[in-house]
């Protein structure tokens, strides 16, 4: 008997210590740092966002922390139940050693521990091992299911997000599509817009080449003076206001000899020549601007057409003087600060000695001229090329070349 006992209190200690190491195996995951208590987390120490399952597994470690207080409960109950037992075995054994025998003694401890006399013996320490045992499994799937149903959660929502995002990207794809294809759609109408204004440009272009190729062509509107008298001349109605810089132009074709005479002329109240071009005898060509003289380099007597200009500025009297677009000649200090004066009269064909008349026969231009054009500036010399190559058209601002600005005379009175 008291090695039965003895066995039976070893057994107990081990049952003991195997509750704590099986309770130990099952001490809820330590919370992270800085969380609060209370809140659910899962096995790594990540935070379960949703609601349901944090109430779930609150309850659940509760419940766990109650069991657990119970188990400990029930095994200072145990221990106190084992010192009881040790010492009614300690007193049983004195009995038995004074008054019987080994075998009656054997006996009567079979009979005394059929009788349990002492009534408070708890029940078997393995059936407690084993429900805390299944009570920790239970727990356990419990808390797998959780980690499970915690991981199908976020793999779903996981699934939701990529689902929204990947209908957002595809709403963005397909506007940024419809974009693309009004933008296609307004840049091949505005290409069609331009193409339709070049077009009409290059129409009204035309249209204004044919309707000015009387300006161009010498040929269509030109005086022509054949004879050297003193009568036959051209006049300019238009009358010059005060300048202080001119550009000429024209075309001419001559071969007189000696010299092409006066081409033309302008005259104002007391000085007869204002402004004069003329080449007479064996003199080279010549510009008078307030009766001063400046020799120009140009050589039209060949007869054919040339086209020639003079441009002129009152600063410091600097001249230039073209022919057939090419600068053949500069100079200054012709008739320098000196401003042309307004209302004179414009003769072609013949050099004036009083305004507008007394005109030298020696001194008529023979030959044809076209294309008088006058500007109160300065051109460049872009300009003057294109004006002699024919691209462009620039009708004179201060005396264009109108036939209803050109008057053809013939006056007699002045026929020595």
């Avoid at 379960?48 to 509760?62: A, K, M, Q």
């Avoid at 003694?105 to 006399?117: E, I, L």
Wanted: aromatic letters at 6%.
């Amino acid at each position: 008997m008291l090695i039965l006992f003895g066995l039976l209190y070893l057994v107990s200690g081990q049952l003991v210590r195997t509750q704590d190491a099986t309770g130990s195996r099952f001490v809820c995951n330590a919370i992270p740092p800085g969380a609060e208590p209370g809140c659910g987390y899962g096995p790594t120490g990540n935070r379960i966002p949703s609601s349901s399952v944090e109430e779930e597994l609150r309850d659940t470690i509760i419940q766990l922390r109650e069991t657990i207080l119970q188990q400990k409960e029930t095994i200072v109950s145990q221990q106190g139940t084992i010192k009881e037992l040790n010492s009614k075995l300690a007193r049983c054994e004195a009995a038995a050693d004074d008054s019987q025998s080994k075998s009656r003694g054997q006996g009567s401890r079979r009979k005394d521990y059929g009788k349990n006399t002492m009534g408070d013996l708890p029940r078997d320490p393995g059936d407690t091992i084993d429900q805390l045992g299944k009570t920790m499994q239970s727990l356990k799937g419990r808390l797998e299911n959780l980690e499970v149903r915690e991981s199908l959660s976020v793999r779903d929502l996981l699934r939701q997000r990529l689902g929204a995002l990947e209908t957002q990207l595809l709403r963005k794809v397909a506007e940024l599509e419809e974009e693309k294809s009004q933008l296609y759609n307004e840049t091949a109408a505005h290409r069609q817009r331009t193409e339709n204004t070049l077009n009409a440009l290059m129409e009204r272009i035309t249209e204004l080449e044919k309707n000015n190729n009387a300006f161009k062509s010498p040929e269509d509107f030109k005086v022509s003076l054949p004879l050297r008298t003193n009568y036959l001349f051209g006049r300019i109605k238009k009358s010059l206001p005060e300048m202080y810089a001119f550009t000429i132009c024209m075309w001419l074709k001559s071969s007189a000899s000696p010299g092409i005479g006066t081409p033309f002329s302008y005259g104002v109240p007391g000085q007869a020549n204002e402004i004069v071009l003329i080449e007479w005898g064996n003199n080279p060509i010549e510009l008078l601007v307030n009766d001063k003289v400046a020799q120009l380099p140009l050589s039209v007597s060949d007869g054919r057409w040339h086209h020639i200009c003079i441009t002129w500025t009152t600063r410091d009297g600097f001249w230039e003087a073209y022919q057939d677009g090419e600068r053949l000649g500069t100079g200054d200090n012709l008739a320098p600060w000196h401003p042309i004066k307004p209302g004179g009269v414009i003769i072609l064909g013949q050099e004036q000695d009083i305004v507008g008349g007394r005109f030298d026969a020696t001194q008529a231009f023979v030959g044809e001229l076209s294309q008088f054009n006058m500007w109160d500036r300065v051109l460049r010399p872009v300009d003057i090329v294109g004006l002699a190559n024919c691209s462009a058209y620039m009708p004179g601002n201060v005396v264009p070349w109108v036939d209803a600005n050109v008057e053809i005379c013939e006056d007699r009175a002045f026929d020595s």
